[in-house]
Each structure stands twice: as structure tokens, then as C-alpha cells.
């Protein structure tokens, strides 16, 4: 099964790096879940780890408003509105497939408060799409993150979506010797040193 906004590269190269920290204190978080098909691949990889919980934001109210963050030369390609999903339909997924349900939250990352985020992390795909979203997810995960645990944005690479790549690099501009960072097949992938 494959996410349509994740390629099977990027998919298994995201496996590879939530294998690595399998053994880490700390849940998983997904910041942007669309429908669930990424979700769910995270969650069979966590069957090995019965102690971790899975934990899914979304505003499930598909692609927020841009800011002069994300304009592209081309100018706006994506639409507020676009990428609209339900829980319901990710809820759906982990039953069919029997997989144990995630915490699924509905809200934009910017409304999360400090009981919606599990105390500690390992593992946090970040996949906002837009400057913004990828800045407040940074701002969410960072102070949970434990020493060794793993953030991965996707899109860093796409020119259609300039924010996500402004919004790391500002990041680690501001955090470079707390994080290691590099680039596998366009995922930026930031571990705590």
C-alpha cells in the first residue's frame, strides 16, 4: 500500500528510520496524515514495539490558507481546501487491515496543546506541505524529542512547495549543533544528537 504523496522510496526509506529508533523511549507522531495510507505502514513496523503509541494529527480539513512563504515562481499551484480527508477513513484502514487504532487527532498543528502530545517522542514524520505547518510541527515535537530520535519532513525537495525546505533549513540553521542532519531521497532527516 502506497500513499499517493509518498513515493515507495520515500516510504521505505521512512521504515528504515523508524526501525532505528524502534528501541528508544518515546511514541510516534505523524504530523499530516492525509489518509492514512503512510499511517498505517508506521503502525506495522510498530507491532514489533507493544510500549509505543501511535499518535496522528490532521486537520482533516485538507490544505490550509499559504503565506508569502510558499509562493513558487509559478506562483500558486495548491488551493486551501485541497487534500481534504476524514478520520474516519484512517480509522477505517488500521480496522481492516487489524492493526491497533492510533490516537487520531483532529486539529490544525497550530491548535495542539500539550495533552493532544504523547511526553515523549522517538519518531516524527512531518509532512505539513506548507512553511507554517512544518515550522509549528518543529515547535511541537522538538521539546519531546529524545536524544537520538529521528524527524523526517517530506517535500523538503519539492519546488512546488518551497516552505517546507525554508522552514528546515531555517530550523537547522537555529539548532545545527543539536542536530545531524542530511538528505535521502528528498526527505530532510534530522537526528538528535
Not at 75 to 101: C, D, I, Y
Not at 133 to 153: D, H, Q
Request: charged share 25%; glycine share 6%; hydrophobic share 40%.
Amino acid at each position: 500500500m502506497s500513499n499517493p504523496q509518498i513515493s515507495m522510496r520515500e516510504t521505505d526509506v521512512i521504515l528504515a528510520q523508524l526501525a532505528k529508533v524502534i528501541t528508544l523511549p518515546g511514541d510516534v507522531v505523524e504530523f499530516g496524515c492525509y489518509t492514512g495510507d503512510t499511517s498505517v505502514r508506521l503502525a506495522e513496523i510498530l507491532q514489533r514495539a507493544p510500549n509505543k503509541w501511535l499518535y496522528l494529527y490532521d486537520s482533516f480539513e485538507g490544505l490550509p490558507e499559504k503565506t508569502a512563504e510558499d509562493q513558487t515562481a509559478a506562483g500558486w499551484r495548491f488551493r486551501a481546501g485541497e487534500l481534504k480527508a476524514s478520520p474516519g477513513t484512517v480509522a477505517h484502514k488500521f480496522k481492516k487491515l487489524g492493526l491497533p487504532e492510533p490516537v487520531i487527532i483532529k486539529k490544525w498543528f497550530n491548535q495542539l496543546d500539550d495533552a493532544d502530545l504523547p511526553s515523549q517522542i522517538s519518531f516524527a514524520l512531518l509532512d505539513g506541505d506548507y512553511y507554517m505547518s512544518i515550522k509549528t510541527s518543529f515547535e511541537k515535537v522538538v521539546p519531546r524529542l529524545v536524544a537520538g530520535g529521528i524527524i523526517i519532513v517530506h517535500d523538503y525537495r519539492n519546488t512546488e512547495l518551497p516552505g517546507v525546505a525554508r522552514a528546515v533549513n531555517e530550523f537547522i540553521d537555529a539548532n545545527a549543533k543539536y542536530y545531524d542532519f542530511q538528505l535521502i531521497s528528498g526527505l530532510a532527516v534530522l537526528v538528535k544528537k
